[in-house]
């Protein structure tokens, strides 16, 4: 029994820490808000020579081939910095995909070599997403194509794709409404075989979306602590008014117990534990839930500067709440969690979650 | 990251499971704050103490087992799911206990600690004071050197005193420096409820129980071999213990998982009544999330300290997610119930009743919710002082 992380996963997350402290600026994200793909392609290189693009890719294909274990900690790094979606999209979720394809696939062999090499942006179209983040500039779209069998995988290529781009709330997320012409061509699995696939990817989605959730609360919960520290009225800095403290500690202890929620969640994950699905929305919810009320009392304690467009919470909030009701919303974790609970009762008393692997 | 339990923490759980089938009454106990119900749980806690499972994280040489944290955690989960009965001495056991340990001269150790845990002795807390609550630092009881210099002569009066009715020692600070203020000139004391000048007046909580009591102290004679640590150091001597083991020790996840596990089940023996109110799910939900999410952050943060991890006023959040938590499952449970959640005596009422009264007490005891955001905010997270 060992519920933490090791020497080298811990360094990992400090050097990827200290590289997006450096590089992925404020700025640098209101670049990309601004001016799109410029920006953002300059920093996706920069994370790829930093070997982001390498850590779920299989060995064999010039990988870490690191696991969902490895990713609890980075996805919160990715939300603290507030990365466009396309970069755990591709490096995490799409790599995990591809890895599950017969290692001898054309497709793998293909794709898995250069999302290392940090030259592909693959995206991903589930029918729990109406849209589709970062299809415009995307290399490959994995494609779930609802058929009697289940959702099958389908390969599509830009050629085959139309677009047509939303605006999000969220500057850095690159929306999309896309249809596509599926066929035997782009066929990958049939929905027999690409369902659990399918089924998997979307709960590893849940729970990457939810690091970057809990990434999220804790920028908004130090941007606002810094703020509360220098801001003055009444002659002191209005962090040491009772009622500023106790919002921002309502959010340090949301945070505090998201983070294992998650933590377990990825276990499950890598475990493949029968009990994955009501974890992977546990952790969703769990997370939503801080990152919202990071937002809620962040914007408060920042008073009417929470309000501008200047003041960086903004950039922080808005992806907030948009990952809220990405990957699944509320309604949809909750309505799978509530099913879990009345189906038996694995998941019910002391220890109950903990045991069953 | 490894989930699996070791051999020997499974034989742990194993020993702890048949020996607690083989023991826990098979009807629950009458209330232990009443006379009646005080016994039988004293008695069973010499019983836990026969088997040797009163403190398991005592060391073996004083009648615990020398468990560490996580198989404590384990004995709580057993202990917990065969519902076994409250613990009655956990003041002693959880607070006075540790402190003796480590502040306790080799005579008091001896004297004290054994007889703790059979409950041979019954400790109760002398803390609070009618104007030191929540600012514990304004004690004003004094215990002041006697002529001669063997013993203090203690006048003042504590408050809030659980179950002080039924108990034959109270461990608690009192100022012994008269010239002194907040926490310095502090001593801590152990005073035998028994002796001349002491007299307790009851308390009835919000169940009509006498919960609590007043202790007051009339030139009240305690021999200067009941103090721990130096005099005027008392302060310090009841904070080094006041950490993060005493915030998780204080309520184990276990228990509140079982809480979870019965409103799920209530919940669904009450279905559609419960869903008439399209916020019971939700608030069901919640309930089974969040006693998840203490039990996982308990796993995480001892396996933490197993590696040698300070932790520090993060334990500050179990206390105000736990009390929460457990107002919002009693809560959930009471709504479920609907009309008949008034009914003191019904059968499928009486425990989330008296459950729900004592969640009420739960974001102000042992340190006010107020007071851990304060904590949170100045010491986790380094916010200037008011």
């Not at chain 1, 293909?110 to 029918?127: E, K, V």
């Not at chain 1, 974790?333 to 903990?354: E, N, V």
């Not at chain 2, 039988?40 to 060391?59: F, N, Y």
């Not at chain 2, 204080?250 to 209530?266: D, G, I, Y």
Request: glycine share 8%; charged share 20%.
């Amino acid at each position: 029994m060992d519920f933490t992380f090791d020497e080298d996963q811990t360094a990992l997350r400090d050097s990827v820490s200290r590289f997006l402290m450096t590089e992925a600026t404020p700025e640098l994200l209101r670049e990309i808000a601004d001016s799109g793909d410029a920006g953002w392609r300059r920093l996706r290189s920069k994370m790829a020579e930093q070997g982001l693009s390498t850590m779920s890719v299989p060995e064999a294909y010039g990988g870490l081939g690191l696991g969902d274990i490895d990713w609890a900690p980075m996805t919160q790094e990715l939300g603290y910095y507030a990365i466009p979606d396309a970069l755990a999209d591709t490096a995490y979720l799409a790599a995990a995909m591809l890895s599950r394809l017969d290692a001898a696939h054309a497709l793998a062999a293909r794709w898995l070599p250069r999302i290392a090499a940090g030259s592909a942006s693959i995206a991903l179209a589930h029918p729990v997403n109406p849209w589709v983040a970062d299809a415009r500039a995307a290399d490959l779209v994995l494609w779930a194509q609802p058929a009697a069998g289940g959702l099958e995988l389908h390969a599509i290529e830009p050629g085959a794709l139309q677009v047509s781009a939303l605006r999000s709330i969220d500057a850095s997320r690159q929306l999309a409404g896309v249809s596509a012409t599926t066929g035997a061509a782009t066929r990958v699995l049939d929905g027999a075989q690409a369902q659990p696939l399918w089924d998997e990817t979307l709960d590893r989605a849940a729970v990457s979306a939810a690091g970057q959730l809990v990434g999220l609360a804790q920028r908004m919960l130090d941007l606002s602590v810094d703020y509360v520290a220098q801001r003055k009225q009444f002659g002191k800095p209005i962090g040491s008014f009772q009622a500023v403290k106790h919002h921002l500690a309502d959010v340090a202890t949301r945070i505090e117990f998201a983070r294992p929620v998650l933590y377990r969640a990825a276990l499950a994950l890598a475990r493949g534990d029968a009990n994955r699905a009501a974890l992977a929305s546990h952790a969703k919810l769990a997370a939503a839930d801080a990152a919202w009320i990071a937002a809620r009392k962040g914007i408060q304690v920042h008073g009417a500067m929470g309000y501008t467009w200047e003041v960086d919470l903004q950039l922080f909030m808005k992806r907030a709440w948009a990952l809220d009701a990405a990957w699944g919303d509320r309604g949809f974790h909750k309505s799978r969690l509530a099913a879990a609970l009345a189906g038996d009762d694995a998941l019910l008393g002391p220890a109950a979650t903990l045991a069953s692997g | 990251m490894d989930l699996e339990f070791t051999a020997e923490q499974r034989a742990f759980r194993a020993e702890a499971r048949a020996w607690l089938r083989a023991h826990v009454p098979a009807a629950p106990l009458p209330s232990y704050d009443t006379r009646e119900g005080f016994e039988q749980h004293r008695a069973w806690e010499a019983t836990l103490a026969a088997g040797g499972w009163s403190s398991v994280i005592w060391p073996k040489a004083l009648g615990g087992r020398g468990a560490d944290l996580i198989e404590w955690l384990i004995f709580e989960e057993e202990y917990h799911a065969a519902d076994a009965p409250m613990r009655v001495n956990q003041n002693g056991i959880l607070l006075l206990g540790p402190t003796l340990m480590e502040f306790g001269t080799p005579e008091q150790k001896a004297r004290f600690l054994p007889r703790m845990a059979r409950c041979d002795d019954m400790w109760a807390q002398g803390w609070s004071e009618p104007n030191a609550g929540s600012d514990m630092a304004a004690i004003s009881s004094r215990a002041l050197r006697a002529e001669g210099g063997d013993s203090y002569v203690l006048n003042g009066q504590k408050t809030w005193s659980t179950r002080a009715l039924f108990a034959n020692w109270l461990f608690g600070l009192f100022r012994s420096d008269p010239q002194s203020s907040r926490h310095h000139g502090l001593t801590y004391l152990l005073v035998p409820l028994d002796a001349p000048g002491i007299t307790i007046r009851p308390i009835k909580a919000l169940n009509g129980k006498q919960a609590f009591a007043e202790v007051f102290f009339d030139d009240v004679r305690v021999s200067t071999a009941n103090r721990i640590g130096d005099e005027g150091q008392g302060w310090n001597v009841a904070m080094a213990t006041a950490g993060f083991e005493r915030g998780l020790l204080l309520r184990s996840p276990a228990r509140f998982q079982r809480t979870a596990q019965r409103l799920v089940q209530l919940y669904r023996r009450h279905r559609e009544q419960a869903d008439r109110d399209p916020a019971i799910r939700d608030a069901v939900l919640k309930s089974w999330m969040d006693a998840e999410a203490y039990n996982l952050a308990s796993y995480h943060t001892v396996c933490r300290l197993a590696k040698g991890a300070k932790v520090g006023a993060e334990a500050s959040t179990n206390k105000i997610f736990w009390s929460e938590l457990d107002l919002l499952m009693h809560e959930t449970a009471m709504r479920i119930l609907g009309a008949r959640g008034e009914l003191a005596d019904d059968p499928e009422v009486h425990d989330w009743l008296e459950g729900f009264l004592f969640a009420q007490a739960g974001p102000i005891y042992a340190g006010t919710n107020e007071i851990q955001r304060n904590i949170i905010a100045e010491r986790m997270l380094g916010l200037p002082k008011s």
